[in-house]
Structure formats: C-alpha cells, structure tokens
C-alpha cells in the first residue's frame, strides 16, 4: 500500500532569530595538493561562497602548492574554470567573485621536497609581513594519504606550522582528510607523528559529513525539542537504521577502493560519526570538548564484535554488472584497475549495540553501498509498536512501526510516519507522514558542507571535527570486523546486482531482529 502524504506547510516563523554571522580573521589558507579534484570540486566552491557571503576577511590570501604548471594568474583562471563548471555554488561571475580570485596564488613545487615548503612559507611570511601579530595560518593537506606523514613534517621542520598554543589572532592549524589510517596501527602512528609536531588543538581531522546542515541538525532535533528525548530510549525504540547508498561504482577512485573497500571508506569514519550523534548523551554545553566527549562515549559503549563473530553480525557484498537509472554499468571487476578476482567488498551491513543504560538491547544496523538502488543518506529511527491495538487496521496489513526519519542527502529534511483514521463510516488505519524539507520551508539549498567546516577551522571551532579518541575507538570497532572478512571461503563474490539494494543477506541480518530495511 502506498504511503499517504502529508504536504508540509509553510512555516509560520513566531520568531525569527537575529544571524549571528561568524566571520574569519585575515590569515593565510595553503592548500597542498591544489591541483587535485578535491581542491577543484570542493575547496574552491566552499570558500568562493565564505567570500561571496563576507565571511573571509577581504585581505586574506589563498596558496595552492603542488607540481602543477600554474603561476598566480594561470591557477586563477583553472580555479575560475573550476567554479563555472560547479554545481556547489551559483555566483560564477560578478565583483565578490573577481575580488575572491584575487586572493588566489600557487607556489610550484614537489610536495616531498622540503625546498617546496620553505618557498610556501617565505610566500606566507610576505604577506604577513613583520611583526605582524594578526593573520593566522590554516594548512590544508588535499594530497593522498600516503603523503601526510612527510607533508606534516616538512610543515613543522619549515616552521609553516609552528607548534603554538592556541590563540584567537596568531595561529596555525593543519586540516588533515580522512582516512586517518587504514587500520588501528596506522592510524596511531599517524598520530603519533602529528602530537610530535603539533599541539591537539591544532589539528583538524576533517570529515565533511559533518559539515552538512542536517547532520548538525540531528543533536537540533534531539535537544531543542522537549518532545524527543523522553522517548530516545531503549523502552521506546525498537531499532536504528542509518544508510549511505550510492547510484556510482568507483568511478577513477579504483586504486583508492582497492585499498579501503566500502567499510574502511564510509564506516570507519561516516556512518560511526552518524551513529554517535544519534545515540549520544546530552552533552552540557555546546562547545567541542563536550560535544566531542559524548561521542567519544559513544563509541567506547559499542559492544565489540570479534573475528569469529563478523558473519554473524555483518554481511559484505560487491556489485555485479546491472542495470542503474535506466543505463547498463558493468561490475565492480571490471571497472579500470580492479583485479579480476577482487575481493574488495563494495557493500556492508553491520549490527551494532550500545552497551549503556539507554540503548541496551536496541539494534543499531549501518549499511552502506555502491551501485545500489538509489542515491541517498538517512538516519530512521523505528520506534516499537503498540503493545495492543484497539483498532482494524485496512486491508488486513500488519500495523507499521511509528518511523522519525532524517534525510541526509539528497532532500534534506525530515519526516515522521503515524497512524490515522481512514474516512469513513467504520475505524481503519492508514500510515501517512509528516514531512519537513529544508528547501521549501526556508526557500533555499542548504551550504555546501566544507564551508562550514573551513570556516569553523579559521575560527578555531573543532566542535564538528573528530579526536584523536574517536578515531582511535572507530578503528576498534571496525578492525576486528575487517580481520573477520579475510576467509575467501565465507561468501562468494559479487554477490548483488547493481541496481538493487544489496545482496540478499543483508534482508536476513535484520530479520533476525524482526526488522526489514527501509527503501528511501
């Protein structure tokens, strides 16, 4: 039976609160690696809107460093190409544009030469100037990871990023990308390195699924509405689903993928950071400290599955060729630079449990997946039915659990699924939702979500990035996991068509708990 809908309303404002603009200081923002598709796709549209909006100081200055052939005016006129042809911003033209190329520069030079390093910081030292007490410095590693242990070196030993204390008109922060690692072992030696170099509260381990406005909307939701939280618990929640399904293979990310596979590219860090914000306890301010403290918390509750437990507690798959918006796509082996007999998952489905007080018992299932039915990222939390019900419910069909739903991407938004009585002259029941989206009621798209965290990173607000504690408990909980996954015996790959949601394992993964994925 097809769900009723119920259209939103427009939004009667009782209020309207007065924006409080947070603007960045002049400082220096150096993006090593500036001729890559990140800077191309991401950086420059992201902070082409802070300038656009008047959140970047007009006297700030942005250097791209790498091999490229660029000088100032050629690595403008790329970046100016790359802003036209990008679906994150609007304003490709016009004064505020000409004015943000304008702070654009490029030093020349092998990232793993320290001659590279000490060019981009005397480039920095001119337009500081001397004695100059109030430009900040921001270092941006849009390189492979492979590079970070050598590129955070060479920062500190050309004194582009000088260990400081924290301080709110003179500093230097370093932005590092994930994957933090590839493993736990990794991952602390990564670490390791960092602290030797650089104070905590200089590093910003940076994962842009939390710069987007709903997922900053989630900790919204639970805390600023007093109707939620009586019923975030284990005696009312029957289980949580959060997916990220994805329409796109690996696309020219192949020898990445090869490496990573699907559970090290978005579980590790993603959908770990998703579960935290949904399972999190109030924290007693909001500042990063004890924002990130409750996460932290999070995730030190997770029940931890062991090696021999992985089939029973998670399912892999990989795509095969299919069919995916009308067009053929082949299968994951045989996209450019996958080996013919990979075993690289391109699917997961894990079970999770919080083992506190307030989830105890309650399911947590993460998936995530290339090449499946529809793109999208979600949060759905499923509350349990009544436990009598007075009523008949129509055409015979079982009553469906009460659903709150939070739409990541793409649609951002929010629904809730209840229960109504069907017009007419005898009592029937029929689900409908009540649905809320971003674009129609405040009647815009929302930020890109790097130009929240680049500007936190300018303002010196870690609330959204991650600790170092997190990402050490993250790889924790996804190591065994992994390690569990490494018998070629357990399960035949590919095992799902491209198009559909997955393979069929992962339906028996949530039946267990008499619960079915949703379809977004």
Known sequence: MSTPIVAPATLAHERVAEPQMRKAAR???VILGAGGDLTRRKLMPALAHLACDGLLDPESIIIGGGRDNYTDDSFRAAMSDALKSSDEIKVTDGPELTRFLGMLRFVRGDLKSADTYKAVTQRVAEFEGEDDSEAGRL?????????YLDAARRASESGLVPRTVRDDKKWARIVIEKPFGR?????????KLLLSLFSEQQIYRIDHYLGKETVQNILVLRFA????????NRNFVHHVQITAAETVGVEHRASYY????VIRDMFQNHLMQLLTLTAMEPPNAFDADAVRGEKAKVLGAIHPIAPE???DMSVIGQYDAGEVNGEHVIAYRDEPGVAKDSRVPTYAAIRFTVDNWRWHGVPF?????????KHATEIAVQFKEPPHSLFRIRGGLPIERNVLVMRIQPDEGISLRFETKVPGVDVQMAPVRMVFNYADAYGQSTHPAYETLLLDCMLGDATLFARWDEVEASWRIIDPIIDGWKNPGLVKLPNYTSGTWGPSAADALMAKDGAAWREP
Not at 141 to 147: F, K, M, R
């Open 27 to 29: 400082c220096a923002m």
């Open 365 to 373: 299932f993460l998936r995530s997946g290339k090449r499946l039915a």
């Open 309 to 311: 437990d992985a089939d």
């Open 225 to 232: 509405n007093s109707i939620f939280e009586p019923v975030w």
């Open 183 to 191: 493993d736990l072992d990794s991952a602390r030696a990564l670490d």
């Open 258 to 261: 090869e490496e990573s596979g």
């Open 139 to 147: 270092i941006y590693l849009a390189i492979p990871p492979s590079l």
